[in-house]
């Protein structure tokens, strides 16, 4: 069967994930976690991305990426991954594949939809229960803009930077943000998009994808984000 084509365009993010082989890990030391995002940053130079979070589990990876050119997305994960896999082959003197296929990835549409995806990648770690709290698990974006740690790979939103005049209420903004629960539909919605390769977004949106491309996608997604107000 033929591989659906990706949906190339820069300018827009981009929920990125990628998985294990047979779900298998491909992290296995605090070490390996820290190369990684220096890879990222390694990248990013090479093939520009801006990256506005990221959650590193065992046996998989989220990005939520914008790349500034087309075709950089590809470019930058192929590139990750296969310098990442050398240097796994090379310290636990392994060979072989790492990783389950091709990433995927989808296109993630304005501030409500990127609000949601951003959300749904930092609390990764609490939905598999490894963490009761974003900011105790040490590999994910989220202590960046939540205590303002320092990042060697991160871009800061403009929605993140109107949270606040000063990098405390900023910070205290987006703390503020993550103690509002997303409803389940959302979630699936996003994982839902993100296998199928297919957009995170309004159907307005669609249409203005399918413009850019030139041809039609045939995912939908299967209602919007629950604003505050909305019924329950």
């Known amino acids: ?25 491909i992290f296995f030391s605090e070490d390996d976690y820290a190369y990684f995002l220096e890879i990222i940053r390694e990248a990013k130079g090479k093939h520009p991305c801006l990256i506005y979070g990221y959650c590193l589990m065992t046996n998989h990876f989220h ?55 951003l959300h749904y990648i930092e609390m990764n770690p609490l939905r598999a229960g490894i963490a009761t709290l974003p900011e105790t698990y040490r590999w994910s974006s989220y202590r960046i803009r939540a205590f303002g740690e320092k990042s060697i790979i991160i871009d800061l939103d403009p929605w993140y930077n109107d949270l606040g005049n000063d990098s405390c209420k900023r910070q205290a903004g987006y703390r503020n943000f993550f103690h509002k629960l997303m409803p389940d539909q959302t979630w699936k919605m996003i994982r839902d998009m993100t296998a199928k390769n297919a957009i995170v977004g309004s159907n307005k949106f669609k249409e203005k994808i399918e413009n850019v491309l030139n041809r039609k996608i045939i995912f939908r997604q299967p209602g919007r984000p629950k604003k505050d107000g909305d019924e329950k």
Not at 11 to 23: E, L
Not at 84 to 98: A, E, H, P, S
């Open 63 to 117: 990005l939520l990426a914008e790349p500034k050119e087309i075709g950089n997305l590809s470019l930058f994960m192929k590139f990750l991954g296969a310098k990442y896999v050398r240097y796994i082959n090379k310290t636990y003197n392994r060979c072989g594949t790492l990783w389950q296929g091709r990433f995927k990835c989808s296109l993630i549409e304005g501030e409500l939809y990127f609000l949601s995806c």
């Open 1 to 25: 069967m033929a591989r659906k084509p990706r949906l190339c365009i820069s300018g827009i993010p981009y929920h990125v994930i990628q998985r294990g082989n047979n779900k298998e890990p």
